[in-house]
């Protein structure tokens, strides 16, 4: 079955760039109509979608937090890439890959695949 591995550093300071990998198991992201997201869930809320990026390798932003966000594809190794620029303690989150045949939704229950999430806390 699909699995997804979320991966990264689990503290960054702030102004700093956060960087996370999702590696993809089990099933390939560049599969015809798949999309990979990035959502996370803040302390005390409920999930963010953060963006997303589509098998052909189009990408797709949260409007709120596009001027921060870069989203990238390896092939190669069947991962996905969220770059989030200038961090501060707001962006401590719980962030999840997933997968699936839509993107842009805040329901777990709209994607197929779900990975375990990590947490990143920005602080200094």
């Known amino acids: 079955q699909v699995q997804l591995q979320e991966s990264g550093p689990g503290l960054v300071k702030p102004s700093q760039t956060l960087s996370l990998t999702c590696t993809v198991s089990?099933?390939?992201?560049?599969?015809?109509?798949?999309?990979w997201s990035w959502i996370r869930q803040s302390p005390g809320k409920g999930l963010e979608w953060v963006g997303a990026?589509?098998?052909?390798?189009?990408?797709y932003h949260s409007p709120s937090l596009k001027s921060r966000t870069s989203i990238s594809r390896d092939t190669s190794k069947n991962q996905f890439t969220l770059k989030l620029s200038s961090v501060t303690p707001e962006d401590t989150a719980v962030y999840f890959c997933?997968?699936?045949?839509?993107?842009?939704?805040?329901?777990?229950?709209?994607?197929?695949?779900w990975g375990q999430g990590t947490q990143v806390t920005v602080s200094s």
């Open positions: 089990g099933g390939s992201i560049t599969t015809n109509y798949s999309y």
């Open positions: 997933a997968g699936g045949g839509q993107y842009g939704s805040i329901s777990q229950d709209e994607y197929d695949y």
């Open positions: 990026v589509s098998y052909k390798g189009t990408t």
